[in-house]
């Protein structure tokens, strides 16, 4: 029923807009853009932007100097109801396409109420009873089907059952089904630099058996699926190889 009710309430037919006279290019470059310390200092900011479209996830911050790095241009802003408290001001701001990503099975409602009648359900939490941004509203904003997730868990992640995919990882295989060309910059886990590009905060370190696991992502597991589609030509990680040491003290 919330499903259905949800499908009847997004105005956007098109996730790239294209109708009428304006058609779909005939190769269509994407760049993914992560949040990773790989990032600083790697002046990939204009060739990030270069893309023909920009995908971002989480915090995402544009803001001087990190631009420089991780470009400015914003497309397409994937985020779910614990990220979007966490955006940058200009994510807030930008006529950017929001796609939302309900990962449990009370996220499905909350959106569903917020384009409705621009509320939230009590949840008890204030990252889900902060009202979101009048960016997000019927027309700007695409929702992934839970089946879609499942894809990319059953076929991708070797991993445990309790762990879940990324945002960034759901993002990068969105980028495929969508593009011709995926790039993807700032994914990785790297122990070599900082955990995000915009603070100092380290890596995690690596368990027993030399994995990365979270509470609820296997980051190890995700490096190794990034390794696997660039041997197989599918995208372009952008990890910094020769790069010996951290860009960040």
Known sequence: ????????????????????????????????VGTGGVLSGSNKGAEIDAHDYVFRVNHAVMDKPFDKDVGKKLSFYIFYPESHSRQNKLVASAHALQIYIPFKT???PYITQWLYNRTLPKCGVPWCESPLNANVNRSTTKVVHPDFIRYVFVNYMDTSLSLRPTTGAMTVFLAIQLCDVVNIYGFGYDPRFNEH?????????????????????????????WQRLQEEKIITWHNRQDSPNSAVP
């Not at 009710?5 to 304006?22: A, C, S, Y």
């Open 1 to 32: 029923m919330v499903t259905q009710q949800l499908i009847g309430m997004l105005e956007n037919p098109d996730v790239f807009g294209f109708h009428g006279d304006r058609q779909r290019k005939p190769c269509v470059r994407c760049a993914v």
């Open 106 to 108: 009370t996220d499905l």
């Open 197 to 225: 590009y915009y603070d100092h905060q380290k890596v995690a370190a690596q368990g027993a058996d030399g994995d990365m696991k979270a509470d609820y992502h296997d980051f190890s597991e995700e490096r190794r699926l």
